[in-house]
């Protein structure tokens, strides 16, 4: 009895020495044809198990879950049913050499094993140690919403009178880097702030990293509520000198708190909404759809059906709303051609899905905004900057709105900036696309940190 009990103990060490050696992050790169895409695999232990979670940091994937994970006699097997994926490889020193397998395709990838802290993706604006300045991890309250909000403080060294800003990111829950496909466009702007002599507030959204208090009915209001208390929070501290740094979403957030607030002294808008939302998302659109290569027609049609839905939510006061935006997507796709329509089956399945994402109170509430309302009641100075090749947020039409409205209010101390050859990122770009951001290595374009810094410097 003593002797198969000792077998099996020693069965179990074995067992877990192999499971140890295959555990922790591993990357590799899919050749596909025409790109590179990286993959990260991230196995842990489960109890006797082993559990494994992808990234793809160029399509902005994180944490994928697979179903099973299985290494047996030096092979590793990762199964992931939900998105027809599966690996298989063998451990060779610290390689996983083997096959990525998807919809019938087999690709070969090889595996390594990654170092702490290490990207896949080349980022050589992200800030490294060590750090001349000051670095505090925060936390505050927005007593409004009585939730906690978390972040840092950057400070310039050897300076005890200098003005603080406080970053807003853009749309959908970002992390107090505003990390998109690797790129931490708010540390690289808190970094090089800091070394010029301006202090840094960047804070997690709500329901990110530390920061709590997200919901189903948030809106823009709560999160220009959140850079409210932030700038009181700033002002606790004792700092007098405060301005608000708005990226796309952000920067309509900026106006919003600093036509109310009078502890905000001056704002940088980084592509931030100057013209009606539902006027700036046709321009999107259109821009997106010119580039992806639609035809006249099928533009004209997008911009009928994108109209009837934009005017639909902004006057409707009825107690049905996904009802009716459905029965609009049911028509639109009613019309398309025969080959390309869904089953009848589906037609209806798909169109309630589509109505139900653009009628949470955020989509609702962003949609009726009008920048002017804001923009025009604001005379401290303003610096309103547009990339070129930016097909989110249209610069020509938008900074020509924050202009109008500036001008409205009188407003002497504005400049507006486009930057020619600049994405919605404000990084250096050739088309402008989305699909283009992961690609570029470049997080921010070092122009627009020299514009930002020095402006805030004289204002």
Known sequence: MKTTLLTIACLFCIS????????????????IPGNKLPLIFKISPNGAELVTTMDSPMQGAKDMPTDNTSFVNNELTVDAKKF??????????????????????????????MKDGESVLK?????????????????????????????????PA??????????????????RDSEIFGHKSFWVIADDFAKKG??????????????????????????????????????QKGYSKIGLVGHSEGGIIAPMVASQNPKIKFI??????????DELLLLQANAIAI??????????????????????????????????????FISELQKMPKEQQ?????????????????????????????????????????LALNGGKDLQVISKENLAGIKASLEKAKNSKFEIVEFPNLNHLFQEAKTGTVEEYAQIEQTIAPQVLDKMSSWILKN
Do not use: H
């Not at 980022?123 to 009585?146: C, H, L, M, S, W």
């Not at 089956?345 to 009628?359: D, F, H, V």
């Open 342 to 382: 869904p089953e009848p089956s589906e037609i209806e399945k798909m169109a309630l899905q589509e109505a139900k994402k653009i009628t949470i109170p955020w989509y609702i509430y962003f949609l009726k905004i009008n920048p002017d309302l804001y923009w025009s009641k604001l005379k401290i100075p303003v």
């Open 291 to 328: 580039a992806s290569g639609a035809t006249e027609e099928e533009l004209k049609s997008g911009e009928d059906s994108n109209k009837k839905i934009y005017s639909l939510i902004k006057t409707y006061n009825g107690s049905d709303l996904i009802g009716e935006i459905q029965k609009v």
């Open 123 to 155: 980022r050589p604006q992200t800030p490294k140690p060590p750090f001349d300045y000051g670095i505090e991890e925060v936390t505050f309250t927005n007593p409004a919403d009585k939730n906690t909000l978390a972040g840092t403080l950057t400070t």
């Open 198 to 235: 301006i202090g840094v507030l960047r804070v997690d959204d709500r329901g990110t990293g530390g920061s709590n208090g997200i919901s189903m009915n948030v809106t823009t209001k709560d999160f220009a509520g959140d850079t409210n208390a932030a700038v009181d929070f700033l002002a």
């Open 158 to 175: 050897n300076k005890k009178d200098f003005p603080v800003v406080v970053l807003i990111s853009g749309s959908g829950q970002q992390n």
């Open 268 to 277: 940088v808008s980084m592509a931030g909404p100057g013209i009606p939302s």
């Open 16 to 31: 877990s020495s192999f499971s140890q050696g295959v555990t922790g992050s591993w990357k590799g790169e899919l050749d």
């Open 84 to 113: 027809g994926i599966s690996y298989k490889g063998k451990l060779e020193n610290e390689s996983i050499i083997g096959s990525f397998i998807q919809g019938g395709a087999s690709i070969p990838l090889t595996l390594t094993r």
